[in-house]
């Protein structure tokens, strides 16, 4: 009887081990949802605009985000990073969700999290006029008014891709990181915008300055002189 007791305790000592890390991973996990969750509101309460659509904004952003996280290496909370920065930027939801793809590609290719890949994105496309509202009031100019959201939304992203193609060439083929072109974008970037230099000539010149030790916000400084 001895040693069938011990036997009983053992399985009993396993048995509490085993669901004390079952109970810990289950508490991760929904901590991790809670997050999710709460991000995942804010970017729709920002995208959506009124409390109306709300509801319609959370639902579909949510399925991309989901879907994102599933065909990335980031996670959904980290997605919803991005869909902040960029429904700060006024991206709608729709816009959000057509183009938070190609944020996730740069994000990847740069090794940088999906807020940061957004933010610098969104800050180096508004600087060159390349936002959600003016894309939108140039195809309200040139539709006669008649403005289709999936247009707006597909030119959006063709332009997000354009821009995320100059970062991706330039960083990989200089010796400046995405950070730190955002950096420089951050100080030269006005000044070139309102100057007609384009976006990809003042990206590589930030390149070949890095090439010569001369990053960051240096860089934007010794281009705007």
Same mark, same amino acid.
């Given at each position: /009887?001895?040693?069938?007791? =011990? ?32 991000? /995942? *509101? ?17 639902? *579909? ?16 909370? =980290? ?8 429904? /700060? ?12 793809? =190609? ?16 933010? !610098?994105?969104?800050?180096? /496309? ?20 008649? !403005? ?19 970062? #991706?060439? #330039? ?6 990181? !995405?950070?730190?072109?955002? =950096? ?27 090439? !010569? ?13």
């Amino acid at each position: /009887m001895t040693g069938l007791s =011990e036997s009983f305790r053992k399985i009993s000592i396993g048995a509490v081990a085993a669901f004390g890390a079952l109970a810990a991973t289950a508490s991760v996990i929904v901590k991790i949802s809670a997050d999710f969750e709460l991000g /995942m *509101s804010k970017a729709a309460a920002v995208a959506s605009g009124s409390s109306l659509a709300f509801g319609g904004a959370f639902k *579909s952003m949510r399925k991309e985000a989901i879907k994102t996280a599933n065909t990335t290496i980031h996670t959904a909370k =980290e997605v919803t990073g991005a869909m902040n920065f960029m429904a /700060m930027a006024g991206f709608n939801a729709a816009e959000v969700i057509a183009t938070v793809g =190609e944020v996730a590609k740069l994000a990847t290719a740069a090794n940088i999290t999906m807020a940061e890949s957004g933010n !610098v994105l969104t800050n180096i /496309m508004s600087t060159f006029g390349i936002t959600a509202v003016n894309v939108r009031s140039e195809l309200t100019r040139t539709t006669a008014g008649m !403005v289709d959201q999936g247009a707006v939304a597909q030119e959006l992203g063709k332009q997000l891709t354009d821009v995320n193609n100059i970062l #991706v060439g #330039v960083f990989t083929n200089s010796n400046v990181n !995405v950070l730190q072109l955002g =950096e420089a974008f951050k100080i030269v970037g006005a000044v070139a915008s309102a100057a007609d230099v384009s976006l990809k000539d003042v990206a590589v010149s930030i390149g070949l300055l890095g090439n !010569v030790g001369i990053q960051g916000t240096l860089a934007g400084t010794s281009l705007k002189r």
